[in-house]
C-alpha cells in the first residue's frame, strides 16, 4: 500500500491511502468469512430469495394479488393452474407468496436501517461526550430494552394507525436500543486507546473524533448486529401484521397468514395456504441468521470456539 | 428473539482492582442495591405515565365505540360518560388513573364492564401455567442439549441440534402454533384445538386436571420449541468459554469420567453466567405468551391484552401495560441483585 506513484496532493494520497487499507481489510474479512460453510449457504439462500423479489413483477403480473380478477376456487388444492392452490377468494397461494416476500424484505430491512441508524448514534454521542446527555441516552435505551417489545408495537400501532411507515417506525423503535449498548461499549473501548489521545492532542475536534476514529472502528460490528437485527424485525412485522395490526392495502406474508386464519384455513385444513408463506419467513429468517452469525464469528473470533 | 446475545448485566466486567478494601461490606451492597432499585423504579414510573398518555390517543371517542349497535341520546351519553368518568378534566383523571393503580383498583373494562382487577385475578393463573411450563421446559431443555453440544463442539451431534435449534428459532411462533393445530387436532385429532378445558368434563379435581393437561400440551410444545434454541445457543458459547480451561485438565488427570468433568467441573461454571439471562429473558416470556395465547385461544393476559386492540378498550390495555412491563423491569431488576451474589466479581467494582 506503500508502492503508490507520487501524489499530486497530499490529500489525495492519504485518500488513496485510506482506501488500500480498507480494501485489505475488506479482502481479509470476505476471506474469513468465506471459510464458513454455513455463512456462504445463508449468503447463497438470501442471494436467491432477494432476487425472486426482485423478479416478482416479471414473473406474475400484479393483477394475480386483485381479489376482484380472481380466477380460481375458494380455497382450492393446487392444480396445475395454481401450483400453490388458492385463498378465500381464489387468488394464487403461489403470486401472493412471491409478491408478499417484496414487502416483508422491505419493511426488515427499512426497520433495520432506521434502528441501527438511530442505535449507533446514540451510542457512539453517548460513550463519546457522556455527561448529563450521555446519562440520559443510556437511561433511555436501557428502559426500551426491558421494556417488551411486542407489547409496545402493538400499544404504538395501535396508537398510530395502520399503515406501512408506521410498522418501519415502530419496529424501528422497539430494536434501536440493543445496538446502542453495544455501540456504546465499543466506544468506550475504542475511547480509551492512544490513538485518540493522539487525535485529541492534535487538536481534533468531537466530530473528527467520532467519525475518523470512532465510527471506523464501531462498524464492522454494528454491521453483525445489523444482520441479526433483519430477521427479528421479519418475524416482528409478521407477528403484528398476523395480528391484524399491518397495512391492510399490501400483501405481507404475516398479512397473508392473518387472511388464513380469518378465513379458517386451519379447520379448512388448507395446507396449502398455510405452508408457503411461513415456511418463506422461515428460509429468510434463517438465511440472516447464517449471515450474521459466520460475520459475528469473523468480527469477533472467540466466538468461532477457538479455545482460547 | 430476546435472549439471543448473552449480554452482560451492567457493571459486569471485571473491575481494574483499585487497592481499596474488598467491597463485601453491606455499604458496597446498600449503594448497588439502591442504584439499581432507584432505575427499576424511575422505569416503572415512566411506565406508568407514559401509560396513560399513550393509550388516550388512540383515536375516536370510546363512547361511540361502546355504542356502535345502538342509537343513543344525549342523555344516555352523558350518563355513561359520567360512569366511566370520562367527563371529569384530564388532570382529574390522571390522578384517578394513578392512585387507582397504585392501590390496585384499576377501574373497570369497557369491553367487559367489569373490574379490571377482577379480570387479571381470574386470567392470570393461565397465562402461568403457559408461560411457565413453556419456560421451565425451555431452560432444562436448551441447557441439556446446549452442555452437550458444547462439550463435543463440531461433532455430528452438536451440528445437527444447532441446526434443528436454529430451524426453529426461526419460525414465526403463531405459524408454528397453526401447523401444529393442523396436524395435531385436525388431522391426528388427538389434541383438542383450542382453549383451556372442555365444557363437558366432569367439575371434580382430577379429570378437570386432565383436561387442562390436555389443552396445554399443544400450547406448551409449540412455546418451547421456539424458545428453547436460544437458552441452547447461551448454554453452549458458556460451555465454550470453560472448555481449554486448567482445572479441566486437572479434573481429567484426576482420573474423572468425561461425564463426570462435564458434570461436576465445566457445567457449574458454566451457569454462572446464564442464570441472569434466565431473568432478562422475562420479556421474550411475555412476547411469546402474547402470540401463543393468540393461536392457541388460550384464556390468559396475553389474548386479553389483544382483544382488547381490537375493541378498543382503553382501561384494560392501560392496566396490562403496566403490569407487562412492570414484570419484565422487574425480573431484571432481580437478575441484578442475583448477580451481586454469583458473581464476586462484582463486588469489587
Given amino acids: 500500500m506503500t508502492t503508490s506513484t507520487t501524489p499530486a496532493s497530499p490529500k489525495a494520497a492519504r485518500r488513496r491511502l485510506a482506501w488500500a487499507r480498507r480494501r485489505q481489510s475488506f479482502a481479509r474479512s470476505w476471506a474469513a468469512y468465506r471459510a464458513q460453510r454455513t455463512g456462504m449457504i445463508g449468503l447463497v439462500l438470501l442471494g436467491a430469495i432477494v432476487v425472486l423479489a426482485l423478479a416478482a413483477p416479471v414473473l406474475i403480473d400484479e393483477s394475480a394479488l386483485s381479489v376482484t380478477q380472481a380466477t380460481g376456487g375458494r380455497m382450492a388444492p393446487p392444480s396445475a393452474e395454481f401450483p400453490l392452490g388458492t385463498d378465500e377468494v381464489g387468488r394464487s397461494i403461489l403470486a401472493l407468496t412471491l409478491w408478499g416476500s417484496r414487502l416483508s424484505l422491505l419493511i426488515g430491512l427499512t426497520a433495520t436501517v432506521v434502528a441501527i441508524v438511530i442505535g449507533t448514534t446514540v451510542g457512539v454521542t453517548s460513550g463519546h461526550v457522556g455527561g448529563w446527555y450521555g446519562w440520559f441516552a443510556l437511561r433511555i435505551s436501557d428502559w426500551f430494552m426491558v421494556l417488551p417489545s411486542l407489547v409496545v408495537a402493538i400499544a404504538l400501532l395501535a396508537v398510530l394507525g395502520r399503515s406501512m411507515g408506521t410498522t418501519i417506525v415502530v419496529i424501528a423503535l422497539v430494536s434501536w436500543s440493543g445496538t446502542t449498548r453495544l455501540v456504546r461499549a465499543q466506544t468506550l473501548t475504542v475511547q480509551s486507546r492512544p490513538y485518540l489521545e493522539r487525535a485529541r492532542a492534535l487538536g481534533a475536534g468531537h466530530w473528527h473524533q467520532m467519525t475518523k476514529h470512532i465510527l471506523p472502528n464501531v462498524l464492522p460490528l454494528v454491521l453483525a448486529s445489523a444482520t441479526l437485527l433483519v430477521p427479528s424485525a421479519i418475524l416482528m412485522e409478521s407477528s403484528l401484521a398476523w395480528l391484524g395490526l399491518g397495512d391492510p392495502n399490501v400483501v405481507s406474508w404475516g398479512s397473508i397468514l392473518n387472511r388464513a386464519s380469518d378465513n379458517g384455513a386451519v379447520s379448512a385444513h388448507a395446507w396449502w395456504y398455510l405452508l408457503p408463506p411461513g415456511l418463506a419467513i422461515l428460509l429468510v429468517v434463517l438465511a440472516f441468521m447464517m449471515c450474521g452469525r459466520a460475520l459475528e464469528a469473523v468480527f469477533n473470533p472467540r466466538l468461532r470456539g477457538e479455545p482460547s | ?349
Fill in chain 2, 1 to 349: 428473539m430476546t435472549a439471543d446475545s448473552p449480554t452482560p448485566v451492567d457493571g459486569a466486567a471485571p473491575a481494574p482492582s483499585t487497592g481499596r478494601r474488598p467491597g463485601r461490606s453491606s455499604s458496597g451492597f446498600g449503594r448497588y442495591l439502591f442504584k439499581h432499585v432507584s432505575g427499576a423504579a424511575v422505569s416503572l414510573l415512566l411506565v406508568l405515565f407514559s401509560s396513560f398518555f399513550i393509550f388516550r390517543l388512540i383515536a375516536g371517542d370510546p363512547i361511540d365505540q361502546l355504542t356502535k349497535e345502538r342509537p343513543v341520546s344525549p342523555e344516555e351519553r352523558a350518563a355513561l360518560r359520567a360512569e366511566l368518568g370520562l367527563d371529569q378534566p384530564m388532570w382529574q383523571q390522571f390522578w384517578d388513573y394513578i392512585t387507582g393503580t397504585l392501590t390496585m383498583d384499576l377501574g373497570d373494562s369497557f369491553q367487559y364492564r367489569r373490574p379490571i382487577f377482577d379480570l387479571i385475578v381470574e386470567r392470570l393463573p393461565a397465562t402461568i401455567l403457559l408461560s411457565g411450563t413453556g419456560m421451565v421446559l425451555a431452560v432444562l431443555l436448551g441447557f441439556w442439549i446446549g452442555t452437550r453440544t458444547g462439550w463435543r463442539q463440531g461433532s455430528r451431534f452438536d451440528r445437527g441440534h444447532v441446526a434443528t435449534g436454529l430451524l426453529l428459532y426461526s419460525a414465526p411462533t403463531f405459524w408454528l402454533g397453526m401447523i401444529v393445530i393442523l396436524v395435531f387436532a385436525r388431522y391426528l385429532g388427538i389434541f383438542p384445538v383450542n382453549g383451556m378445558r372442555s365444557p363437558s368434563t366432569p367439575p371434580e379435581f382430577w379429570p378437570q386436571a386432565a383436561d387442562i393437561a390436555h389443552h396445554l400440551v399443544l400450547p406448551v410444545l409449540t412455546y418451547t420449541a421456539v424458545v428453547y434454541a436460544g437458552y441452547l445457543m447461551i448454554m453452549r458459547s458458556s460451555i465454550l468459554d470453560e472448555i481449554g480451561n486448567d482445572y479441566l485438565t486437572t479434573a481429567r488427570a484426576k482420573g474423572l469420567r468425561d461425564d463426570q468433568v462435564r458434570d461436576r467441573h465445566a457445567v457449574p461454571n458454566a451457569l454462572l453466567p446464564t442464570v441472569t439471562l434466565v431473568f432478562l429473558a422475562i420479556g421474550g416470556v411475555v412476547n411469546g405468551s402474547i402470540v401463543t395465547e393468540t393461536v392457541f385461544s388460550w384464556p390468559g393476559l396475553g389474548s386479553l391484552f389483544v382483544q382488547a386492540i381490537f375493541y378498543p378498550d382503553r382501561p384494560v390495555l392501560q392496566a396490562l401495560f403496566v403490569l407487562f412491563s412492570a414484570s419484565t423491569i422487574l425480573a431484571v431488576l432481580a437478575a441484578e441483585i442475583l448477580y451481586w451474589f454469583i458473581d464476586p466479581r462484582i463486588r469489587k467494582s
